[in-house]
């Protein structure tokens, strides 16, 4: 790849995160704010099945990390105290 290309893409991945952590902390702030004390955030895999929201918009859906926003919300989550558990996609589990 060509300079200018890694540029592109080191900017696209720049801007990616630091989207992600001002998410992430909006979210942290708001739990500590309403004095929530456990977050669970369910696995979304099969949201995406059978929908149709436009070509660029499943583009921008298809792409998310999921996987780096619940471990950045996990460890801003923690340092206010307050729990994070991901739901497994297979477990169909309530919480008493």
Same mark, same amino acid.
């Given at each position: 790849?060509?300079?200018? !290309?890694? #540029? @592109? %893409? #080191?900017?696209?991945?720049?801007?990616?995160?630091? %989207?992600?952590?001002?998410?992430?902390?909006? @979210?942290?702030? %708001?739990?500590? &704010? *309403? /004095? $929530?004390?456990?977050? !669970?955030?369910?696995? !979304?895999?099969?949201?995406?099945? &059978? +929908?149709?929201? /436009?070509?660029?918009?499943?583009?921008?859906?298809?792409?998310?990390?999921?996987?780096?926003?619940? !471990?950045? @919300? &996990? %460890? +801003?989550?923690?340092?206010? /105290?307050?729990?994070? $558990? #991901? *739901?497994?996609?297979? +477990? +169909?589990?309530?919480?008493?």
């Amino acid at each position: 790849t060509s300079k200018h !290309i890694r #540029k @592109l %893409y #080191k900017r696209k991945h720049d801007s990616v995160t630091d %989207y992600l952590h001002k998410v992430t902390r909006y @979210l942290a702030e %708001y739990c500590r &704010e *309403q /004095g $929530i004390t456990c977050v !669970i955030a369910g696995d !979304i895999r099969n949201i995406r099945r &059978e +929908k149709d929201l /436009g070509h660029r918009t499943n583009q921008k859906f298809h792409s998310l990390p999921y996987n780096r926003i619940y !471990i950045m @919300l &996990e %460890y +801003k989550l923690k340092r206010y /105290g307050i729990r994070f $558990i #991901k *739901q497994p996609a297979n +477990k +169909k589990s309530r919480l008493n």
